[in-house]
């Protein structure tokens, strides 16, 4: 807002005003942090009371031209300077946008997860007040070297907020949120999903028991379970039913199971079924 | 007589402290096979191993080590932190030379009363009865270095300092993926499963709060120790939520609440379940028997065998759970038997078996 408009609607206000009695007007840029100036009509000392949303003050000045220092304008909001009997109001708005302050949910996300992913930018000048102004915004998710999803808002009320699909490939992801020369960045993890396709081999150990291993267990958009997954060997024969929860190593998971002549072994990770091989006799 | 007075009297207390806690060392001969086993317990109930060891027959071929490791635990298993507080006996064949002796046991022990049912052989020796107590010999492990290279997760969260905005790692993503509430001797208790479907270990648990006909909350409990807390990515646990003295009809909804935290953990030890068969045991009633295998090279203080039972739907149908009184070493299969609800057995379609491990160097 200029400095014109601010005098239109300060002069308007103090027209609709019995109070203001056309003795105070305000100029300035009407920024948080900026100087705003008083014109006082008469001659002489007086008392002005300036009261704000970030607190108020009171000083004995010289009727004419009274500035009021930008410092104690930081806060924006509405403010109200009082002079003996009459009184008036102006808006001080935000300073220019400085500050984005950036949440992201959540820190990992399976990949290839639609609108899995949320940013919420909150935008803020140098003194800490939000810029209710619209501002464009621009969104940025991506892992190095694949492709990167980018949306555009404008911020209102200030705040602007998008929801994204996360991507195809794992690692982390660059989740950045800028608007001119700010801008700021968050990791969102991409990682496997579910598994996809669990294939096993089983073999006769040296101790003569079943040994089990699966092939690069991988979810649907080819990224590598990540290690420590838990992998469910499972044997059935005569003896009973046998259980080993390996835990997926360099991509692999493996477990020796009892010795067994004819035994139907399965594999599983989570809710996922993979294959299943009928050992020894039960061919 | 001024000096002669206290020394006495100091000599006296001596004596009587003396006699109130010196054991006998003489062996009071049973002269029955039910009297040679409560002798036995007597002086297992009072921590005793010398005295019950007196009861031991020569024939089980048992050295005292052996029996006193048996009776009172090793390795920091579940038998050292716990104590036999009742027991009853029962004669179940009885001749002049041999007899067989049911023990019902109940040790108070760290996780709660454990049951124990020993069918005990009681033989004629040296003019008195006394028990064959054999206790099976482990297989030694040999001496070896068995490399230990899985995963571990650390965390590092935000810091006290940093701006609210600034980012944080969050609880891992769990999900109840069962539910089936039943009925049983008067409470309302809900069975199911929870999967961690993350990439990062948690720590999990579920809660229940049922709600009244007047939509009023009526009870709220959690799964407590009827479920595999620790859950790495994509291990499924089952849980078990009991609602004593609950009538179903009282109720109109129930809301469940399955909680994780992000938890510092280790992909270590593997647990293998070998043999596992539902059975009868001596008294009739069913069982599900098996063998844990500790794959990893440290010792499982305390296992923890959680067993969930499936109708031919796949439908839960039952959760049960049973502490193992020995250690896992490892590579030394260890027996476990976990008792089933014998109005369920002809019902239960499949069955799965996780375990639990409690070390003393970490808990998982």
Excluded at chain 1, 221 to 244: E, L, M, Q, W, Y
Excluded at chain 2, 9 to 20: G, R, S
Excluded at chain 2, 56 to 69: E, L, Q, W, Y
């Amino acid at each position: 807002m200029n400095s014109l408009h601010r005098s239109i609607i300060v002069g308007l206000l103090c027209t609709a005003s019995a109070l203001c009695l056309g003795q105070v007007r305000v100029s300035g840029s009407g920024q948080a942090g900026a100087d705003a100036t008083l014109q006082i009509s008469g001659s002489g000392s007086t008392t002005l009371y300036l009261f704000g949303p970030g607190g108020a003050s009171k000083r004995t000045v010289q009727r004419g031209t009274v500035t009021i220092p930008g410092d104690e304008l930081k806060v924006a909001g509405r403010y109200v300077a009082v002079l003996d009997d009459s009184r008036t109001s102006f808006f001080v708005s935000a300073a220019p946008l400085q500050k984005i302050s950036f949440i992201t949910h959540p820190s990992r996300v399976p990949a290839a997860a639609n609108g899995a992913v949320l940013g919420s930018a909150y935008l803020f000048d140098r003194y800490q007040n939000l810029v209710l102004a619209p501002t464009p915004v621009s969104f940025q998710l991506g892992v190095a070297g694949s492709a990167v999803e980018e949306r555009k808002v404008i911020g209102k009320n200030g705040v602007a907020w998008v929801q994204l699909n996360s991507g195809r490939r794992s690692g982390p992801a660059q989740f950045i949120a800028s608007s001119g020369e700010v801008s700021v960045r968050r990791v969102v993890q991409h990682v496997a999903a579910d598994p996809c396709n669990i294939r096993m081999n089983a073999s006769r150990a040296p101790d003569g028991n079943i040994l089990v291993e699966t092939d690069a267990i991988r979810d649907c958009s080819g990224n590598a379970v990540p290690d420590g997954t838990i992998v469910t060997f499972t044997s059935v024969d005569s003896a009973g039913r046998s259980t080993v929860d390996a835990r997926i190593k360099r991509g692999f998971a493996r477990a020796e199971l009892p010795a067994s002549s004819s035994a139907t072994l399965s594999v599983a990770a989570g809710v996922v079924l993979g294959n299943e091989i009928h050992w020894g006799g039960g061919l | 007589m001024n000096k002669i007075l206290p020394v006495v009297l100091i000599v006296l207390a001596a004596a009587l402290v003396a006699a109130a806690t010196m054991h006998s060392s003489t062996l009071t001969p049973a002269t029955t096979p039910e009297g040679a086993v409560q002798a036995l317990l007597n002086h297992v109930k009072s921590h005793d191993s010398e005295g019950a060891y007196r009861y031991v027959a020569k024939a089980s071929n048992t050295a005292m080590p052996d029996f006193a490791r048996d009776i009172f635990g090793e390795t920091g298993n579940l038998r050292t932190y716990s104590a036999l507080q009742l027991f009853d006996t029962k004669v179940l064949r009885e001749g002049d030379q041999e007899a067989s002796v049911r023990a019902n046991l109940q040790w108070a022990s760290a996780v709660g009363a454990v049951y124990d049912v020993r069918d005990l052989k009681v033989v004629r020796e040296d003019n008195s009865w006394k028990v064959l107590w054999p206790v099976q010999t482990r297989a030694k492990v040999p001496p070896q270095v068995i490399p230990v290279n899985y995963l571990r997760w650390d965390i590092v969260t935000r810091g006290s300092d940093d701006d609210w905005g600034a980012q944080n790692v969050e609880a891992p993503r769990v999900r109840i993926i069962s539910m089936n509430p039943v009925e049983k001797d008067g409470s309302f208790i809900l069975l199911g499963e929870i999967e961690n479907e993350d990439t990062v270990p948690g720590f999990v648990s579920v809660s229940a709060t049922l709600i009244g006909k007047d939509g009023q909350q009526i009870a709220q409990e959690e799964s407590f120790d009827k479920i595999s807390h620790v859950l790495l990515p994509k291990e499924i646990s089952p849980f078990r939520i009991d609602f004593p003295n609950m009538n179903r009809s009282s109720i109109q909804s129930v809301h469940m609440q399955p909680n994780a935290m992000l938890v510092p953990a280790s992909a270590d030890p593997v647990m293998g379940v070998m043999h596992q068969a539902l059975q009868k045991d001596p008294r009739g009633h069913s069982v599900l028997t098996g063998e844990l295998m500790n794959q990893s090279g440290q010792t499982v203080n305390i296992p923890h065998v959680l067993a969930t039972f499936y109708d031919n739907a796949g439908k839960v149908i039952w959760v049960s759970d049973g502490y193992v009184d020995q250690s896992l070493v490892p590579q030394t299969p260890v027996p476990f038997s976990i008792g089933v609800r014998d109005d369920l057995a002809a019902q239960i379609h499949t069955y799965r078996v996780t375990v639990n491990q409690y070390s003393r160097d970490h808990v998982q």
